[in-house]
């Protein structure tokens, strides 16, 4: 078996791997995911006890237990590009020999639920509410710089460019499925679920306008509207799809689980956007420990 070049699998002085500064043996095999640095320590608050903590960049990571289960959260920072950092680099973790740089002979599957904040696309899913995304729907186009396509919802992808007259000069929308184990443990009459789509910025990937005008100022609106077998796409941030995408090409479980802060088909906004976050992370830390 080659080794993996240092050039590819790029580790710190004392053996950490490069962008996270961690170690094998310093990550849970349940691992949450935030967006925000400061939200980790929003989470581990309600740890019982906390065994390690490290920040590199926007990567902050804490290990520790919550009601008997060890689970690690991490920040990851804004956006796909941040996530297949991320991703790749936590699964080098836990199934690559970091020593002798070859893959292990024994996979090791992970757990990673996002916690996020998100806006949703329909009247009927109110701000201060929870999502859990059925489907990731990437817009960004990073997934494709893989061999991705036995992981793809092909037909719902034709579909979807179909129905929202997708340009060309994009790069073609890729969806995918969550961890259907996953979706069995967080989900309750509480959680809303659909489809959450991925874009790759903020301003006008979200058709936002401030002093740019965008290519297509109706795709919102087009979004809004696509339904396929009765699914609907609920509400638009910058992970989901990326975390889904590599999870299961590296062989992981993973699900996002948003609390809506802002209806942008309502325009309108969360009274106390720190209250359905504070409610999702215990909802979320007490469905993971059971």
Same mark, same amino acid.
């Given at each position: 078996?080659?080794?993996?070049?240092?050039?590819?699998?790029?580790?710190?002085?004392?053996?950490?791997?490069?962008?996270?500064?961690?170690?094998?043996?310093?990550?849970?095999?349940?691992?949450?995911?935030?967006?925000?640095? /400061? #939200? =980790?320590? *929003?989470? &581990?608050?309600?740890?019982?006890? !906390?065994?390690?903590?490290?920040?590199?960049?926007?990567?902050?990571?804490?290990?520790?237990?919550?009601?008997?289960?060890?689970?690690?959260?991490?920040?990851?920072?804004?956006?796909?590009?941040?996530?297949?950092?991320?991703?790749?680099?936590?699964?080098?973790?836990?199934?690559?020999?970091?020593? /002798? #740089? =070859?893959? *292990?002979? &024994?996979?090791?599957?992970?757990? !990673?639920?996002?916690?996020?904040?998100?806006?949703?696309?329909?009247a009927d899913i109110p701000v201060d509410s929870f999502v859990l995304a059925k489907y990731g729907l990437g817009f960004d186009g990073m997934l494709h710089s893989y061999d991705c396509e036995a992981i793809l919802e092909a037909d719902v992808e034709d579909a979807f460019i179909k129905h929202t007259n997708w340009s060309p000069r994009k790069a073609r929308p890729y969806i995918v499925k969550n961890s259907s184990e996953l979706e069995e443990k967080l989900i309750s009459d509480k959680v809303f679920s659909g489809v959450t789509a991925t874009a790759g910025g903020f301003y006008g990937p979200q058709g936002r306008v401030l002093r740019l005008a965008i290519q297509d100022p109706e795709l919102n609106k087009k979004i809004d509207n696509f339904e396929f077998n009765n699914t609907k796409v609920t509400n638009l941030e910058m992970e989901t799809s990326a975390i889904y995408g590599l999870s299961k090409l590296l062989g992981h479980n993973a699900c996002s689980m948003n609390a809506i802060i802002a209806n942008r088909a309502n325009g309108t906004f969360s009274p106390d956007p720190y209250k359905p976050v504070e409610e999702l992370i215990v909802y979320t830390l007490n469905k993971l420990a059971q």
């Open positions: 078996m080659n080794k993996i070049a240092p050039s590819e699998l790029i580790l710190n002085p004392d053996g950490s791997i490069y962008h996270l500064n961690l170690k094998p043996e310093q990550v849970a095999n349940n691992i949450i995911f935030v967006g925000d640095q /400061n #939200r =980790v320590s *929003k989470v &581990t608050k309600h740890f019982d006890s !906390i065994e390690f903590e490290i920040q590199k960049r926007e990567f902050k990571t804490i290990t520790g237990t919550y009601k008997g289960k060890r689970i690690t959260v991490m920040s990851t920072g804004i956006g796909p590009d941040n996530i297949d950092i991320v991703m790749n680099e936590l699964d080098a973790l836990v199934n690559i020999d970091l020593v /002798n #740089r =070859v893959p *292990k002979k &024994t996979h090791t599957k992970l757990n !990673i639920v996002r916690i996020g904040t998100s806006g949703s696309l329909q």
